[in-house]
């Protein structure tokens, strides 16, 4: 039982007045006062523009986003076309001994990147390791023979090779 329960002997004469009140009845109108209330939270105000300003900026930067995405991609598909449509020369490799102009090996033209470069790979793989470049290797000098069968080298262990 609630120990906070007061009988109706306990109460003073205000408190006897208010518990003998009771609503009436007549005129409450349980939709209009839901009407009223429906009417008064619709307070006019600055408030009532974020929704749809928020909801046209959102578009706006979806459009936006949308239109760079296409111009990015023409632009891909353009250059992909353009890589595609340029003729590749044979590669021309001269001997070592008859190379005719040794200063325009040193400057390639500046749409061919040079042979041994990653762009170059990659297309001679697309083709086939037959249309790989082949490198030009001139040697000047005396060159040590090699070695038929290097030492292996473990941990721990020493040979000549490594001692002073």
């Given amino acids: ?28 109108n349980a939709d209009a006062v839901l009407f ?16 749809p300003a928020l909801s046209a ?16 991609r023409n632009e891909r598909l353009a250059l992909a076309r353009r890589l595609h449509e340029r003729p590749t020369a044979p590669a021309i490799n001269p001997s070592p001994g008859t190379v005719p102009n040794a200063a325009s090996e040193e400057s390639p033209c ?3 990147p040079p042979p041994d470069s990653y ?3 990659r297309r001679a793989l697309e083709k086939g390791l037959d249309a790989w470049p082949s490198r030009v290797v001139v040697r000047t000098g ?7 069968n290097p030492p292996i080298l473990t941990l721990g262990q020493r040979n000549a090779l490594l001692d002073p």
Avoid: I
């Avoid at 039982?1 to 409450?28: F, I, V």
């Avoid at 900026?57 to 990015?72: D, F, I, K, M, Q």
């Avoid at 005396?142 to 038929?148: E, H, K, Q």
């Fill in 142 to 148: 005396p060159s040590d023979p090699p070695l038929m």
């Fill in 110 to 112: 500046p749409d061919e």
């Fill in 1 to 28: 039982m609630d120990k906070h329960t007061h009988g109706p002997e306990d109460l003073n004469k205000l408190e006897r007045r208010l518990s003998a009140w009771q609503p009436s009845n007549d005129a409450l």
């Fill in 119 to 121: 762009l170059a790979s």
């Fill in 36 to 51: 009223a209330a429906g009417r008064a939270s619709l307070q006019p105000g600055p408030s009532r523009f974020v929704w």
């Fill in 57 to 72: 900026l959102l578009t706006a930067l979806a459009v936006v986003l949308g239109l760079w995405l296409v111009n990015e």
